[in-house]
């Protein structure tokens, strides 16, 4: 049995700023026992903002230029929760957000970048990148031949964007600066070099004066004239985000966080601030990249020194730094101290440097995952206690409950058990399904449990009506065990609502890692249960979710798993498969199963077993979550994987091969339906936002013939009844 320090010390990074990766990796090398690190960020990758202009003119890619934060959080044993805070309250010790439960922490720290500071209207800031990234691509499709984009601000930050977008965009792109001429702040050679380039860019240039104002189509100037512009970009002096100054934390006349030397607010202990959204007292320094980053190490000194109760260093940000600033073309400019050259090695050196620091962080996760995949598939639970009870009812009486009839006795009026009439004629269709937390916010962890124990109802067809809970936490002292059981039923709750499905008591216990289980009741028609049995030929096979929640949890487990990849997968699992059950019920469906943890080629073989027949399956046509395939391709599977193939024995290793053995969690819905009813029902599914797809066809069984034939569909047999046996199946 593998232990474990108890929690008892939390901290909170909110924002996945430079300076926060740093401070996950020092983590991930040299852990404090019993601190539970959370990261919060916007994105579930943090774009890196030096290779920004080469990401616009494509030098880079995607994944050059951004930092995947699940790999990265993963090795440093760190919660990773994406979702836009609104709101911080230092003093209740609190993160707060729109639409899931606050976060606690007992030391904070905030790396949320700045955003420009604009006037009033419209216009797109540079800052957050993120969000500026998509408007980008939106601004691609929409931008007219010919058209304008006005760059606001002259500083480095500006210049680099005017360049990239001049050599990305077939338009007329126009810098505008207040300042006499660009880049004021750099030596004389340096701003020589970048305005030969921005002349031999072709980028107009409006300096002197001010914007004070974009809308329909006119950027106002400060000399009371106008630009005309299909766009205005503004890359000006960051201010902090308003939710800074809100909070109550001591911020300055821009809105960012005032830290003394130690990076610790000057107002509030407990919380720390670094990179565009803090100032330094007596230590101001631009709000550049390369100071967040020197912040990292100083930074995961300090916030590990606070939680030890130890006392706090102070940082010596340097005076000057190195600036480099691409040209594109090849070419980039540097300058430090009043020096300054130029030339295509400068770019080659900032490419290098580049390219080096964010290795860093994309090395790290496979370095420090090594060996991994050897550790225990799973852990003793032990013995468990239950929580408190006055802890228990205060998360209980918190949760939503929708308007259910026919219950007795629930959470309004708690009892030793709950009690419920079932309408007249109704049966009752019960199913119980609990696993281990494989995500650490028990938030969404709360959203997926519940979506996989209704997945049993729905597959019958019949109606949600009460659940009752059993929910394991680990221990932690304080109030963190009640914290994390009320933001995980808060979860279950909202999934179960949803459904029409009341949340009638449940079970609490304290165990070595969190689990949760429900025990799931719905109403039905007798005569209109959904079975497994019932497929006949000619059918088509509907499956209503894309396949790879196993595998992208393996991956995830290994550190190998790319952030957008782990919140697809996410995604997936928390949706009810209720809306799907519906759409599949008006087709006419005549049997039905979920997909999970057999995969789909497991659960297909129980239903054509109890049905008698045959199926034939095209891999290429089931729909994969992203990176399912290109993790399969690498060989990362499951531990359940194995077992799966019993289903088709001698299956080839293609990765839409491997995907039919993927353990699913919260899987989609598998169905059978008449053919002439598929397309329409496909196209149905579809239409509401689920990934449906027609993935195979019923057929007779014979002799010699597998029970389950790989094979592709040729686009029109999912609208066909009675069509003869495909050729050229591959026997399995």
Not at 9 to 27: N, Q, Y
Not at 152 to 177: D, H, M, N, Q, S
Not at 210 to 232: I, K, N, P, Q, T
Not at 304 to 332: E, K, M
């Amino acid at each position: 049995m593998r232990t474990q320090a108890p929690i008892d010390r939390d901290l909170v990074l909110l924002g996945a700023g430079h300076a926060h990766v740093e401070v996950l990796r020092r983590f991930a090398m040299r852990p404090l026992p019993g601190v539970r690190i959370t990261l919060i960020g916007r994105e579930p990758h943090t774009p890196y903002s030096g290779m920004l202009p080469g990401l616009i003119r494509g030098e880079y890619g995607f994944d050059a230029a951004h930092i995947d934060l699940a790999p990265l959080a993963a090795v440093a044993g760190a919660r990773l929760i994406v979702a836009e805070a609104t709101a911080i309250d230092p003093d209740a010790r609190e993160v707060r957000f729109a639409q899931r439960p606050a976060v606690a922490f007992d030391v904070l720290s905030i790396d949320v970048g700045g955003i420009p500071a604009m006037p009033g209207g419209e216009g797109t800031p540079v800052k957050p990148i993120g969000a500026f990234l998509a408007r980008l691509d939106a601004l691609t499709a929409s931008l007219p031949p010919g058209g304008r984009i006005a760059v606001v601000g002259g500083g480095a930050g500006g210049v680099e964007l005017a360049l990239a977008l001049a050599r990305r965009f077939p338009a007329r792109i126009a810098l505008v600066c207040a300042e006499a001429e660009p880049l004021t702040a750099a030596p004389a050679r340096a701003r020589a070099v970048a305005r030969a380039a921005l002349t031999e860019a072709r980028v107009e240039l409006a300096c002197g004066v001010r914007a004070v104002g974009f809308a329909e189509g006119r950027l106002a100037l400060s000399d009371g004239s106008a630009l005309a512009a299909d766009a205005a970009l503004w890359a000006t002096g960051v201010v902090g985000p308003p939710m800074l100054a809100e909070s109550g934390l001591s911020c300055d006349a821009a809105g960012c966080v005032m830290v003394d030397r130690t990076l610790a607010s000057v107002s509030h202990p407990q919380v720390f601030a670094a990179g565009d959204c803090a100032s330094v007292a007596g230590a101001a320094r631009p709000k550049s990249g390369v100071w967040a980053v020197r912040a990292g190490a100083p930074l995961a000194d300090n916030l590990c020194r606070a939680l030890a109760g130890r006392a706090l260093r102070p940082w010596r940000p340097q005076q000057d730094a190195l600036a480099i600033l691409g040209l594109g073309g090849g070419r980039a400019v540097a300058w430090r101290n009043g020096v300054a050259v130029s030339g295509r090695w400068v770019w080659r050196w900032k490419d290098r440097i580049d390219r080096n620091w964010m290795a860093m962080y994309a090395d790290a996760p496979r370095r420090m995952a090594r060996g991994a995949e050897a550790d225990e598939a799973m852990r003793c639970a032990g013995c468990a206690a239950k929580l408190p009870a006055e802890a228990l009812h205060g998360v209980l009486a918190a949760l939503p409950r929708p308007p259910v009839k026919d219950i007795l006795i629930g959470l309004n009026a708690p009892d030793d058990a709950a009690a419920a009439l079932p309408p007249p004629g109704q049966a009752v269709v019960q199913s119980v399904d609990q696993f281990r937390a494989f995500i650490d916010d028990p938030y969404v962890f709360g959203q997926v449990a519940a979506a996989h124990a209704l997945s049993d109802l729905h597959a019958m067809g019949a109606r949600p009506w009460t659940a009752l809970a059993v929910a394991v936490v680990p221990f932690m002292s304080g109030g963190r065990m009640a914290a994390d059981l009320a933001a995980m039923m808060q979860g279950a709750a909202e999934v179960l609502a949803a459904d029409g499905c009341a949340l009638v008591g449940g079970h609490s216990a304290e165990g070595a890692e969190a689990m949760l289980g429900f025990a799931v009741t719905g109403l039905a028609e007798p005569g209109a249960l959904w079975r497994k049995a019932g497929l006949v030929p000619g059918d088509a096979l509907v499956l209503t979710k894309p396949l790879g929640t196993g595998v992208i949890l393996a991956a995830q487990m290994r550190a190998r798993c790319k952030a957008r990849w782990l919140e697809g997968a996410l995604a997936s699992m928390r949706r009810s498969n209720g809306p799907a059950a519906a759409i599949l019920r008006a087709h006419g469906v005549r049997a039905c199963t979920d997909v999970t943890g057999f995969g789909l080629a497991g659960h297909l073989a129980e239903m054509l077993r109890a049905s008698g027949v045959a199926a034939v399956l095209d891999p290429d046509a089931v729909p994969a979550l992203d990176g399912g395939r290109d993790l399969a391709a690498a060989g990362i599977e499951s531990t359940l994987a194995p077992a799966n193939r019993e289903a088709l024995p001698g299956a080839s290793a293609e990765p839409a091969v491997a995907l039919l053995f993927d353990p699913q969690t919260s899987g989609g819905l598998l169905a059978g339906v008449p053919a002439a009813r598929a397309a329409r029902c496909v196209a149905a599914l579809r239409a509401a936002g689920i990934a449906a797809a027609a993935v195979g066809w019923v057929r007779e069984t014979a002799a010699g013939r597998p029970m389950i034939a790989l094979e592709p569909l040729d686009g029109a047999e999912a609208g066909r009844e009675g069509r003869a046996a495909p050729q050229h199946a591959l026997p399995l």
